[in-house]
């Protein structure tokens, strides 16, 4: 069964920096980054950052300047640089790609299991 697995997660003083990844458990035939959202608590999930097949990403307005998200095509990876850390972006960060386990497979979207980011002094 392939999972999508995010790493990096932890806990980091104000303006501090962490630096996500996200990559499938096992070889796949294709994988296409979609974007990493966050939820805190008592809050709904929110879209943070966004990588389409050209290459143009974009970002929520809290983070813009601060996360840059990035793609990394020969190690299968999507990343989400985080930088300038504030206490508002603790949350349980999830990334999401499409999926096509096999050539005759057909493309589904998975989702991480989430990892948690906590901004605190």
């Known amino acids: 069964q392939v999972q999508l697995v995010e790493s990096g997660g932890g806990l980091v003083q104000p303006g501090g920096s962490l630096r996500l990844s996200c990559a499938a458990s096992?070889?796949?035939?294709?994988?296409?980054?979609r974007a990493w959202y966050r939820q805190a608590p008592g809050k709904q999930r929110e879209l943070v950052a966004t990588?389409?097949?050209?290459?143009?990403?974009t970002y929520a307005d809290s983070v813009k300047g601060r996360f840059t998200i990035s793609r990394d095509n020969a190690n299968n990876t999507m990343n989400l640089q985080m930088n300038s850390l504030k206490p508002e972006d603790t949350a349980v960060y999830y990334c999401?790609?499409?999926?096509?386990?096999?050539?005759?497979?057909?493309?589904?979207?998975?989702w991480g299991q989430g990892t948690q980011i906590t901004v605190s002094s």
């Open positions: 096992t070889d796949i035939f294709s994988i296409h980054f």
């Open positions: 999401s790609a499409d999926i096509r386990e096999r050539p005759w497979s057909p493309t589904v979207v998975y």
């Open positions: 990588i389409y097949s050209t290459g143009i990403t």
